[in-house]
């Protein structure tokens, strides 16, 4: 997702130093171009020869060169993003405040692109006044300020001040410099994963939904600036989705309420989700002895969520939804765009192995209202699906 951007590391001297080895790294695997500047005070805490082995770059230390090149002007003309991690209340005061005396600061003096800044320390340091007003000056200069976690800290006290998980950081470089901000004041409800539909206590059916695809779809709307709502079947996904508000269902039912609840004022609808099509029609209140040699289960029909809110959708509002076919995949796709009152339908091939379940990668084609083929995104990562989807469907309005 990084292909070819420039990324300018500024590291501080703060104990969380070390953390910043695993973001470099992980730049460097989205192929990122990555070049960090350490102050002398990083220096205690960690080695340069551990970011310029992982960077296959200088790592720049000071701001006297000998081959007539000056360090803080080609570095602030090379970046493409700057993120100064881990960010301690010194360096956020020299940036505030137009303070250059290493080369950290006069890069930051030199630079007008986008910054990130991590700050990262005690929390005394982090609320005491001086050091929030700093941040404000930062943020009103149109830097992005991540706040940082709450937990314990290297003093051994529990406070606010601890460096963030890397792939917070990383969303954000990606939202800034990869996704543009499209969906900016867009209200975005998403749904995923599978519905559980319970036969007793212990047991119940479900489908192979990961969910992987519809939280790749709620990552890339929120990275595309939405507000995204994203409410999930249940799965195991390790998924990091700072600032996606997310609400936990298990049934088909509980689904449709959750929808009806949240599609109020929402301007996009993506039901990314595998609901369950039936369900037991009685479900047993204690685990089903196995008594007899066959068990009969009958089953009904569950609701469908499109369908019950076709009626309802006002024109102003963009509703996508997915199709999971093994046979006759167009007819099918087509059906259901028109039968559910779509935008927009997803349609993916579930027979084959490497694409659509469970899968890290899909290749789908997308209709508009009338069936017609309007896009076939080839097999990529699902997070690439996602954004190119969103992409079309916003280019068309
Ligand atoms: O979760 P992953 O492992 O990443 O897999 C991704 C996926 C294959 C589940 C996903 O890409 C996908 O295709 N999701 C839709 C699955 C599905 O239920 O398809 P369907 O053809 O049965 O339904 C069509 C549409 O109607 C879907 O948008 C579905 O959410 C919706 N629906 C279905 C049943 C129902 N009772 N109510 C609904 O609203």
Not at 114 to 122: D, Q
Not at 193 to 201: A, K, V, Y
Not at 360 to 374: F, K
Request: overall charge neutral; glycine content about 6%.
């Amino acid at each position: 997702m990084l292909h070819r951007v420039k990324v300018l590391v500024g590291v501080s001297g703060g104990i969380a130093a070390y953390k910043v080895v695993d973001l470099v790294s992980k730049l460097v695997r989205e192929r990122a171009e990555v070049k960090v500047i350490m102050t002398k005070n990083a220096c205690e805490f960690i080695t340069p020869l551990t970011f310029s082995s992982l960077s296959k770059n200088p790592v720049y230390l000071n701001d006297f060169s000998k081959d007539g090149i000056i360090p803080h002007l080609a570095l602030a003309r090379w970046a493409d993003i700057f993120v100064i991690a881990p960010a301690t209340a010194n360096i956020i005061g020299k940036c505030a405040n137009g303070i250059g005396d290493d080369l950290l600061s006069t890069t930051f003096l030199a630079y007008n692109g986008p910054t990130i800044f991590v700050p990262s320390m005690n929390s005394k340091m982090y609320e005491r006044s001086t050091t929030q007003k700093n941040l404000s000056i930062l943020k009103s200069m149109g830097c992005t300020i991540l706040e940082p976690d709450i937990g314990r800290l290297a003093s051994g006290e529990v406070g606010i001040g601890r460096y963030p998980d890397n792939e917070v950081i990383l969303n954000e470089i990606m939202r800034i410099v990869v996704y543009k901000s499209l969906l900016f004041g867009k209200r975005i409800l998403v749904t995923a994963g599978p519905t559980r539909e319970f036969i007793d206590p212990v047991r119940f059916i479900t489908n192979r939904s990961s969910g992987k695809m519809g939280y790749e779809m709620a990552k890339a709307a929120y990275m595309m600036g939405g507000d995204v709502k994203l409410i999930t079947g249940v799965t195991q996904l390790p998924i990091s989705l700072k600032g996606i508000e997310r609400r936990h269902v298990a049934t088909a039912k509980e689904m449709l309420n959750a929808v009806r609840e949240e599609i109020e004022g929402i301007d996009m609808l993506i039901m990314a989700a595998a609901v369950a099509d039936y369900r037991p029609k009685e479900i047993k209140s204690q685990k089903i002895k196995k008594d007899e040699e066959q068990l009969i289960l009958t089953l009904e029909r569950t609701e469908d969520i499109l369908k019950e809110l076709k009626e309802r959708k006002r024109d102003t509002q963009t509703f996508i939804g997915f199709a999971a076919e093994t046979e006759e995949h167009i007819e099918n796709a087509r059906k259901k765009v028109v039968e559910k009152g779509l935008d927009y339908i997803v349609l993916n091939d579930v027979s084959k192995e490497d694409i659509g379940f469970e899968s890290d990668e899909n290749e789908v084609l997308l209709l508009d209202r009338r069936g017609e083929i309007i896009a076939h995104i080839p097999r990529k990562q699902k997070v690439q699906v996602a954004k190119e989807i969103l992409e079309i469907v916003l280019e068309r309005g």
